[in-house]
């Protein structure tokens, strides 16, 4: 009976997330071209996309590896752009608590925002219910793969693309698509605005450590919006009874 009920979410999951696969695999294509772009070597590239396996921080320290930044400053700038996994993480924790913890580890690696996103949106509820872990994997197994042919093809043509052809922009087209869905309320919205101006005063500062500034300050802008928001609707809720 678990084994029909786990294909059956298997299944599901596989539905769900197959009209993401093109653009997961588009956005790694451009990641991988500006790996090799930026410098890194066949083994580097190849090293890189299955290792790290995070789109945005990739082309966050792509930068910063092509000017030879201290390795901090790009250790410290791709691990603030991935600090949104943490999120991602508590939020998958408690459906997950009971599994053997490198089973977690395993499904918080291959995770991404668009199947995190979506198994949300299929179990808004915590606790324990079959056919959890089996949705989850039909949403990240093929997205990881989707990402990895997408990258590969990218670094193996990287070399064969003109320089003028913007890949610098096509990578911020390829950021935006991932983001924009995952701004979803004022909170959000008002992260993403700071960041942005954050970031645009603190373009000229060296290392590129202007988008770890607007970054750190993006998500506390958005972290005090959403508390006092939240006191808000506690308070209305209160004067309401």
Same mark, same amino acid.
């Given at each position: 009976?678990?084994?029909?009920?786990? *294909?059956?979410?298997?299944?599901?999951?596989?539905?769900?997330?197959?009209?993401?696969?093109?653009?997961?695999?588009?956005?790694?294509?451009?990641?991988?071209?500006?790996?090799? *772009?930026?410098?890194?070597?066949?083994?580097?590239?190849?090293?890189?996309?299955?290792?790290?396996?995070?789109?945005?921080?990739?082309?966050?320290?792509?930068?910063?590896?092509?000017?030879?930044?201290?390795?901090?400053?790009?250790?410290?700038?791709?691990?603030?752009?991935?600090?949104?996994?943490?999120?991602?993480?508590?939020?998958?924790?408690?459906?997950?608590?009971?599994?053997?913890?490198?089973?977690?580890?395993?499904?918080?690696?291959?995770?991404?925002?668009?199947?995190?996103?979506?198994?949300?949106?299929?179990?808004?509820?915590?606790?324990?219910?079959?056919?959890?872990?089996?949705?989850? *994997?039909?949403?990240?197994?093929?997205?990881?793969?989707?990402?990895?042919?997408?990258?590969?093809?990218?670094?193996?043509?990287?070399?064969?693309?003109?320089?003028?052809?913007?890949?610098?922009?096509?990578?911020?087209?390829?950021?935006?698509?991932?983001?924009?869905?995952?701004?979803?309320?004022?909170?959000?919205?008002?992260?993403?605005?700071?960041?942005?101006?954050?970031?645009?005063?603190?373009? *000229?500062?060296?290392?590129?450590?202007?988008?770890?500034?607007?970054?750190?300050?993006?998500?506390?802008?958005?972290?005090?919006?959403?508390?006092?928001?939240?006191?808000?609707?506690?308070?209305?809720?209160?004067?309401?009874?």
């Amino acid at each position: 009976m678990q084994t029909e009920i786990d *294909k059956a979410a298997f299944k599901e999951g596989l539905k769900i997330g197959m009209p993401t696969w093109f653009g997961v695999g588009a956005w790694g294509l451009v990641v991988g071209v500006a790996m090799i *772009k930026a410098g890194l070597s066949l083994p580097q590239a190849f090293g890189m996309t299955f290792i790290v396996f995070a789109g945005s921080a990739q082309l966050a320290s792509l930068p910063l590896i092509a000017v030879h930044a201290p390795a901090w400053v790009i250790f410290a700038t791709a691990l603030v752009v991935n600090l949104r996994f943490v999120i991602f993480s508590a939020i998958l924790a408690p459906h997950f608590y009971h599994l053997p913890w490198l089973t977690r580890a395993k499904m918080g690696f291959f995770s991404g925002d668009i199947s995190v996103a979506l198994f949300i949106q299929r179990y808004p509820e915590f606790g324990q219910e079959q056919g959890k872990l089996a949705y989850l *994997k039909g949403l990240v197994y093929p997205n990881w793969g989707s990402w990895q042919i997408g990258s590969v093809i990218g670094i193996l043509l990287g070399s064969q693309v003109p320089t003028h052809w913007g890949l610098g922009f096509a990578g911020t087209l390829a950021i935006l698509c991932v983001m924009l869905p995952l701004v979803i309320n004022k909170a959000a919205i008002a992260g993403v605005a700071v960041s942005g101006v954050v970031a645009m005063l603190t373009a *000229k500062l060296p290392y590129k450590l202007g988008l770890l500034i607007a970054v750190v300050i993006g998500m506390v802008a958005a972290m005090m919006l959403d508390e006092w928001l939240e006191r808000k609707r506690d308070q209305d809720g209160d004067e309401h009874e």
